[in-house]
């Protein structure tokens, strides 16, 4: 599974809950009609600029879609959601978890600063400043040096 569904599901740093879930739902639901189609989907990963095939897209849709009837409805989400949060993973989560800081680290530099995390919650449509995300970073930096490092990401996505 690509890590852009991954991470966009988990876009507010971590969904705690099934309000968050289904906040993140209603964003890929662009139309509002209660599903996600492959065309949402494919909008909301070309939003927070990555290049995703159609194929990549279609197989995503197939990997979430459960019951095969060509959307994503809210409960599949949240059972993809509660599925990739899921810290006994193994392999494929560590590297799904590697590619989903990848997005959020933009400038390549093996951290998250609170400008590429206020860039792609922009691209998202969330409202919020910099400062905001600044107090976001505060949340999860453990060593205190105004970054998520992949650890510090690592932790705050497992965390149950």
Same mark, same amino acid.
């Given at each position: ?11 507010s740093l971590c969904l705690q809950s099934m309000e968050d ?26 939003? !927070? *600029?990555? =290049?995703? #095939?159609?194929? %990549?897209?279609?197989?995503?849709? $197939?990997?979430? @879609?459960? +019951?095969? /009837? &060509? ?16 810290? !006994? *993973?193994? =392999?494929? #989560?560590?590297? %799904?978890?590697?590619?989903?800081? $990848?997005?959020? @680290?933009? +400038?390549? /530099? &093996? ?11 922009t691209r998202l449509g969330e409202r919020c400043s910099v ?13 205190? @040096? ?15």
């Amino acid at each position: 599974m690509a890590a852009n569904q991954d991470t966009v599901s988990k876009h507010s740093l971590c969904l705690q809950s099934m309000e968050d879930v289904k906040r993140v739902f209603d964003r890929f639901d662009a139309n509002g009609d209660g599903k996600i189609s492959s065309d949402e989907l494919g909008g909301v990963i070309k939003a !927070l *600029g990555s =290049e995703t #095939s159609a194929d %990549e897209v279609a197989r995503m849709m $197939e990997e979430i @879609d459960t +019951d095969k /009837d &060509g959307f994503i409805s809210l409960e599949e989400f949240a059972a993809f959601c509660n599925a990739e949060a899921d810290p !006994l *993973g193994g =392999e494929n #989560s560590e590297k %799904e978890l590697r590619e989903a800081f $990848e997005l959020y @680290d933009q +400038d390549h /530099d &093996g951290q998250i600063s609170a400008t590429e995390l206020h860039l792609i919650l922009t691209r998202l449509g969330e409202r919020c400043s910099v400062n905001d995300c600044t107090g976001m970073i505060k949340s999860v930096d453990s060593d205190g @040096d105004g970054f998520v490092s992949f650890d510090e990401f690592r932790i705050m996505m497992t965390k149950n």
